[in-house]
């Protein structure tokens, strides 16, 4: 177990449709990062937030939203849903002054 | 040409086995190199973390990073059966704290009794 929470474990959605996942970091981490996994791109990263704020963007898409709380959570919210869209979101904590990332479990999103 | 190249596999060998995990990177920014195992529907556990060129090795684990040759190694001696897994190669560079890592694809090992 990483000390990394996330729900739900698994989301299924409709086309259009709007989610919202959730993550709780580890304690003391103050970096939340956010993934995307499916099985032709692999792990892609999408968003940083250090600290309640935004750090780092990756490849996420317009539709695709997140933001980190004053308790340090994180939500990240996919909006406009697409079948593309059906995949594994991770999120990982980091402590501030290092780069070591450790995982949640992911919630499995699949958009029908 | 992808940032991050790793054989997909799937790799299958002999309980006992020495295994050799490969993965080569195309930028060189990179810094920090780590290798993840990730479980059938599991979320990635960080196995070996390293900075910059040289050897590492804990338990069965050694890591390897070569920066001349753009090239990390993860080697697993005396493989078991529950080290059947993805497992997959991370790298970022040193931009104070944004430390997205930009990931192989993962190669699949499975290990036989």
């Known amino acids: 177990d990483s000390g990394v929470t996330q729900t739900p474990k698994h989301l299924i959605t409709a086309t259009g449709q709007r989610v919202t996942l959730r993550c709780s970091p580890r304690?003391?981490?103050?970096?939340v990062y956010w993934y995307q996994q499916s099985l032709d791109q692999g792990l892609q990263f999408l968003i940083q937030?250090?600290?309640?704020?935004?750090?780092a963007k990756g490849n996420i898409l317009e539709r695709f939203s997140a933001q980190q709380f004053p308790d340090l959570h994180s939500e990240l919210n996919l909006s406009s849903l697409e079948l593309g869209d059906s995949a594994l979101y991770f999120c990982?904590?980091?402590?501030?002054?290092?780069?070591?990332?450790?995982f949640g479990p992911g919630t499995r999103l699949t958009v029908l | 040409q992808k940032e991050v190249e790793q054989d997909p596999g799937p790799l299958s060998v002999p309980e006992g086995a020495i295994v050799s995990l490969n993965c080569t990177y195309s930028?060189?920014?990179?810094?920090?190199f780590m290798w993840y195992r990730q479980y059938s529907r599991k979320g990635p556990e960080l196995l070996m973390y390293?900075?910059?060129?040289g050897n590492k090795e804990d338990g069965r684990f050694t890591a390897q990073v070569d920066k001349s040759s753009k090239y990390i190694s993860l080697f697993i001696r005396d493989s078991q059966p529950s080290d059947s897994a993805t497992y997959l190669c991370?790298?970022?560079?040193?931009?104070?704290?944004?430390?997205?890592?930009?990931f192989g694809k993962g190669t699949l090992l499975t290990v036989n009794p």
């Open positions: 937030y250090y600290n309640g704020e935004e750090r």
């Open positions: 304690s003391g981490d103050l970096s």
């Open positions: 990982a904590s980091s402590p501030f002054d290092r780069n070591e990332q450790f």
């Open positions: 390293t900075y910059s060129s």
């Open positions: 930028n060189s920014a990179f810094q920090y």
């Open positions: 991370a790298m970022s560079d040193s931009g104070g704290s944004n430390y997205k890592l930009t």
